[in-house]
């Protein structure tokens, strides 16, 4: 389990004064949970995330991971990023086995483990390809196989859809439920799609701007329902995925406001 | 008949002649179109660039065999690749041909390995490390403005007229761009590449081996290429100046008996030599860094 407690983030600004980018975030992921972060620019998901991954140190607070505080980043919290980070000198197969590479596992072990998580993600026929020869949406594919070869405990993905266009994006929520089905990670996940989150998530936290914090919690459970029925239009259509949907809009809209009142 | 009427029967008109006018797919070749582009465009450039080698050619020509230009000034392109022929088979100023050019080649190669082995750590510990930074900026930043035939005499005064001298300023003269693009090379490194590797597990050496220095590498081939230009010119002043072997040499003692078609064989050699090392610089490039561009 990922325990965050009462983390704080400042930075300096340019101008000399400090600006809080996290306040008092309290939040756990459960094994097996699936933590989506929902809020518009700025309102210190990345930071949150950052933190969890152990890129920022926190101001005041704690993160820990089964008990053990978090403080540098590490093959136990496997990180996928927004923009795709994969060397473009090797290849997808190689680019899969990175971390364990780095873990000094035997080339020809873990080839095979590679080939395995290629296929998972239904890569399986660009072993050989380059990087650069992909697609945007396979090249998160990837990304996500990378950053699932060391085993690690808990998934922080930091809007790995946001560059993808819509029809990309349904099919690679599909494939994520059923990569998170299949390995039984913690995940947390960060969105500005309201839909995506109430797709993706067993908990879905709203998170407003300056300074950040979470202003809501909701549990929702449409992603077991699409890990066993496998129908993605009959879920969002569900009459309780729309109101629910309505009442995280008005949240977030409020929030907004609130923001523009205060400039 | 009203005026909606009239107005749509010119609609059904224009609509009808829209669809004659589409052309048949069979029988017409489609006219292929694509984006104007500005600036050059797409068209290849070789013949033109052919064309422009073989006017400057016969300009030459013209000028040297119609007297025009005075013969001392200007030999024929006939009269150089008469003396290329002689030189090649019985040397210029006490030594072969190959002679010379071995010379300059090792020289420059000898020079280019010392300044490569240096630079590139010395370059990637000055984009990693602030001291490292700090204290390599202040000489570096002082001596690399300077041209390297400013300190030549110095250089001969210390290390003798022998090669130690030439050597020691082609390095310098190649280590500064050697250094500058590889410590560039570390500072355009995307800081997510490097969370990305250290969230997989890597250790400070493998973060270096497997992400700091390749991403560097096209940039260092960049800087490397720069540093043999430079290299060709330090080094062929340096020969005009000290030396009793190399192409420099050859040039200048051949413009002291004023055979400028000697002259022009060796200003051919040393642009041959240079062609054939950025070429080899290319296809290092396209051979250890294909990916260039591309992300």
Known sequence: MLKV???????????????????????????????????????GKSTLLNAMAGFLPLSSGSITLDGAPVSKPGAERGVVFQRDTLLPWKSVLDNVSLGLQFAGMPRKERDARAHELL????????????????????RQRVGLARALAPDPKI????????????????????????????????????????????????????????????????????VRRFAAERDARAIKTLPAFAELREEIRAIVHQTEDQEAATI | MTDLAAQLSVLQSIDASATVMLP?????????????????????TVFISVATGIAILSLWWLL???????????????????QAQSIWDDGYANATLWEHVSASLARILTAAAIAVLLGIPV???????????????????????????AYLPLMIIWLGIGEASKITLLTLAMFAPIVLS?????????????????????????????????????????????????????????????????????IMSASHFLATDAVFVGIGVIALCAFSFTLGMRLLEGWLVPWKGKN
């Open chain 2, 123 to 149: 370059g990637l510990l000055m984009g990693l490390n602030r001291w490292a930074k700090g204290v390599l900026d202040t000489p570096i930043e002082f001596y690399w403005p300077l041209p390297p035939l």
């Open chain 1, 119 to 138: 296929r998972l993600v239904g890569l399986q026929d660009f072993a050989k390809s380059s990087p650069y020869e992909l697609s945007g949406g396979m």
């Open chain 2, 64 to 82: 040297a065999q119609t007297g025009w230009v005075p013969h001392l000034f200007l030999p024929t392109p006939s009269e150089v690749l008469l």
């Open chain 2, 24 to 44: 048949d797919p069979k029988t017409a070749t489609p006219k292929l179109v694509k984006m104007r582009s500005f600036g050059m465009g797409e068209g290849s």
């Open chain 1, 5 to 43: 407690d009462n983390a704080s983030v400042f930075f300096a600004a340019r101008n000399g004064q400090t600006v809080q980018a996290l306040d008092r975030v309290s939040l756990d992921i459960p094994n097996g949970g699936f933590v989506v972060a929902l809020g518009t620019s700025g309102c």
């Open chain 2, 182 to 250: 590889a410590q560039a090379g570390v500072r355009a490194l995307p800081l997510e590449r490097v969370n990305a590797a250290l969230s997989l597990g890597a250790t400070r050496w493998q973060l270096f081996g497997a992400v700091v220095l390749p991403s560097a590498l096209p940039e260092i081939l960049t800087g490397i290429r720069i540093a043999l230009g430079v290299g060709w010119g330090t080094l062929v002043a340096a020969e005009l100046i000290a030396a009793n072997r190399g192409i420099g040499f050859m």
């Open chain 1, 155 to 222: 998934l922080l993905m930091d809007e790995p859809f946001g560059a993808l266009d819509s029809m990309t994006r349904e099919q690679m929520q599909e494939l994520l439920v059923s990569v998170w089905a299949r390995t039984g990670k913690q995940v947390f996940f960060i969105t500005h799609s309201i839909e995506e989150a109430l797709f993706l998530g067993t908990q879905v936290i709203v998170m407003s701007p300056r300074p950040g914090r979470i202003v809501a919690r909701f549990d929702v459970d449409f």
